[in-house]
């Protein structure tokens, strides 16, 4: 396998399906492949995705290292949401790879290693709390001991046998949550998990998905509230489906000098602009 | 390979379904009340006169089934759709098949249900006249309303709203009342239009209730009648299933 001008050619990552260890893949592919990108838990390569005639996500390439918190921040209507999709392998996609722990994504050997929460609570309201994790529960072949503490994570076991359309929005985003936290799935893809929560709960959740983290979860987390971003092991930027920055919070805000994410972001897009405006002339 | 299929999965669907339906008492109050409200409205019309009533009873026991089924399902296969639950499920290690087997079987033990109360009502209190065996009837009326469940997940597939799955109803469900023989005998009807009475399942559905009717015994023309309405609706299930896409756009 040559490499020569930069560019993978895509039959050279096509690993032969029965090779499901990732071990095993990264040896055979170790000559091409990044050391780094042996120990992500998402490899995106050139990810393509074309929606309704309109580019979303122009040739995508990032790595989501294991056992973090990676936050994906950017404006609504950047791709956030198409690129998690993708993860979970329920976007049709153009060209281009995605490896989910090893695993081409959407793979059936990984439905059940891998949490989503879509954006908005994808439970049934008129069933109680309880009754949406046992189903989810059997269908995940989750043993019924993990509801009570998928429950708790969330806390919402004094909710338990409400009916689900009778919590608030906040609550019933956390029963969402609560859904994929069972079986404990080594890659968790939340698409805004914390939007519209209180503050206290806002902090709470952070906290659990580093609890997580420190377990050797990964997480996944979209926000487009930018100061959600510090707390966050590392950020992608993602602005009309371009990766506009890639580091940890810390390098972000002294490579841009900036106070906070949020200006680190300005600061960001403006050079970008500005590099660009130069390319022509 | 993975099995296509798995009990524990199938169940756990029938069950959340019914649970759902445990809750909604209005549902069911209209999938149960409903058929007999109408059934005796039609029985109180026609005052005295029990040779109209034999002769419109059976289709309509056919027929109600069907259409309550057809627009249930439709609607409640939707909503699984457009609340983000339908791509949550696809997520997991569930089977496609698991979920519309779940479904009609859910639905089924419904049908189990209203086919029971309607036909000891029609044949029991308000005397309609059976020569063949009174079970055969639950029976038919059972796998039309599993056709109709079938019927409504499949054009569940292509309404993008609530409102338009209920139109699919007069669509699909009105020409097929229209030509199954309930008003102009199928034999009647004009060439083309028989032949098109011919391919829509419900003309076998009321053929059959006709069949247990006027015969005291399993006809081979029963066994027919039934084998087309269980084929179609198995064909429906794995049209429908075709529809569910793990990956869109």
Known sequence: MTNNSGVTPRSAHVVPRHRADHRADSEQESPVTRPSDAEAAVVVERLHVVRDGRTVLPELSFTVPRGQVTGLLGPSGGGKTTLMRALVGVQRVTSGQVRVLGLPAGTPALRSRVGYVTQSPSVYGDLTVAENLRFFARLLHAPFTDIEAVVGQVDLADHAGDLVQRLSGGQRSRVSLAVALLGRPELLVLDEPTVGLDPVLRRDLWELFHRLADEGTTLLVSSHVMDEATRCDRLLLLREGELVADDSPGVLLDRTGAMDVESAFLAVIDARTDRRAEVPA | ?249
């Open chain 2, 1 to 249: 390979m993975r099995a296509p299929m798995a009990p524990a999965a199938t169940l756990a669907v029938t069950t959340r379904v019914l649970n759902q339906l445990r809750r909604d008492h209005r549902t069911m109050a209209m999938l149960i009340v409903v058929p007999c409200v109408l059934l005796t409205l039609l029985w109180w019309m026609f005052d005295g006169d029990d040779q109209t009533f034999n002769r419109f009873g059976p289709p309509l026991l056919a027929m109600f089934p069907f259409i309550i089924m057809f627009l249930v399902t439709s609607v409640t296969t939707l909503r699984e759709r457009s609340s983000g639950t339908l791509e949550r499920l696809l997520t997991t290690p569930m089977g496609k098949a698991d979920l519309l087997a779940g479904y009609a079987l859910a639905f089924g033990a419904v049908a189990v249900l209203q086919a029971v109360v309607a036909v000891v009502l029609t044949v029991g209190l308000l005397g309609m006249d059976v020569r063949g065996p009174i079970w055969v009837l639950a029976v038919v009326a059972v796998l039309d309303a599993i056709l109709g469940s079938a019927l409504g997940l499949l054009v569940s597939a292509f309404a993008a709203t609530e409102f338009q799955a209920v139109q699919f109803m007069p669509a699909f469900v009105l020409p097929q009342v229209l030509l199954c023989g309930l008003f102009v005998p199928r034999e009647s009807l004009p060439d083309v239009l028989s032949v098109v009475s011919d391919v829509l399942p419900l003309s076998y559905a009321v053929d059959a209730m006709r069949e247990v009717q006027t015969e005291s015994s399993w006809t081979s023309g029963l066994s027919v009648d039934v084998g087309v309405i269980a084929g179609s609706g198995l064909v429906a299930l794995a049209l429908a299933s075709a529809t569910l896409r793990r990956r869109t756009a």
